[in-house]
């Protein structure tokens, strides 16, 4: 019997995950002041295990609470209470789901008005035209601080263990910090953790290697890369086929494939040049030749609603597939697949010409959608951009100041 969206899928440590699909890591930008999991964020994850996904894998957790990619993110750190997390995994773990704990450090993509820390291989600034302003100034890291980004990144995982989730991703896409290593066009260091892909990809591996050695093998382990940042002399499809097959050595048990950074967000469909790729499931055709040759288990994610074109990525030799949008409007779309296989997943509609305006907008809409499930409000896919825009705005610079305040910043 050949398999599909609704098989189960046994992860190369033995694990097992009750069907193919998995919702994607969307920071929710919901935590408590304290940067701790809180009841909304139980209540969003209650509704996710309740409707049939076999994975979660958490919005991005920080390492590090003086570097986060928001104001009102998660951290989890050496001295942090692990009640509230634990509270977190039971929740999202009910109907035998399998949930991740997605763990990140954003290197140079830090807002300037947040403060803190903006550390990057190289201090090569962001380049996003006007909007460049918007980030702080990247300060090259000194050996010291890539071995304690190393600790951190270990520590994460193991506390994350200890409080029960079934294993980590490690966040390696979208241009944050271990995207910024393996990229040459923000690595330009001639040391060991620059220069050639193999030294580019040095941190990422000596992590994963950190990771598996300190948690075991039955702690399931996953790293999320871009097929491709889609900017010239960027961090390309080949070379990403070749740091999974670098990963391969640590038995990895998924490499989830993605694309894009704030700079090129391809990850909504639209790449540097605004050429536009198909418009559902867009990393299929990378994912599907780099699933070929792969000893690792793929996912690929980005625009998948329909269940034939889910059906598609599976029949092509991907293990899993990857939803964001479509889940946070439908938290039930895979009860509602097995019922209606012919069910299309709403998700925002817009058509701005302008890529990274229409990549907030639509990241501000799902984070409002998310805000109103974890409020126990129903789904609502046609929020007005621009109000929800400005909501955002408002919300953002409040939980900055929060922020700020509450780190003495
Ligand atoms: C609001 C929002 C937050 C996101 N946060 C994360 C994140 O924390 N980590 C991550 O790897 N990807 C993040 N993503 C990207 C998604 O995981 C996914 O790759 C992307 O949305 C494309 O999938 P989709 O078309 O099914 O939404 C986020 C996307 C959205 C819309």
Redesign the pocket.
Known sequence: MTNNVFSPFTLPNGNQIKNRVAK????ENMGSAERLPNQALFNLYKQWADGGVGLLIT??VMVDRFAM?GPGGIALERDTDLTLFKQWAKTAQANDTKVWM?I?HPGRQVYKNMGGKVLAPSAVNMNMGKLSGMFGQPKAMSEAEIDDVIERFVTTATLAQQAGFDGVEV?A??GYLLSQFLSPLTNKRTDKWGGSLENRARLLLTIVEKIREKCGQQFDLAV?LNSADFQRGGFDAKDAAQVVNMLAKYQLDMVEL?GGSYESPA???RTADDSTLSREAYFLDFSAQIAKNSPVPIMT????RRLPVANKVIDSGIDMV?????LSFTPNLVNVWQQRPEFVGP?PEIDWQHKTFRGLA??AI??RQ?RRLGAGKSAKPALNPYLTMLIDQVRQTKLTKRYRNQLKL
């Open positions: 994607a890591a969307m920071e919005g991005n990619t997605q990140n966040h896409a979208h999320k993605s990850l909504q469909g994610t980005g625009g998948i990857g939803i964001g949008g479509a998700v639509i990241m799902v984070k998310l």
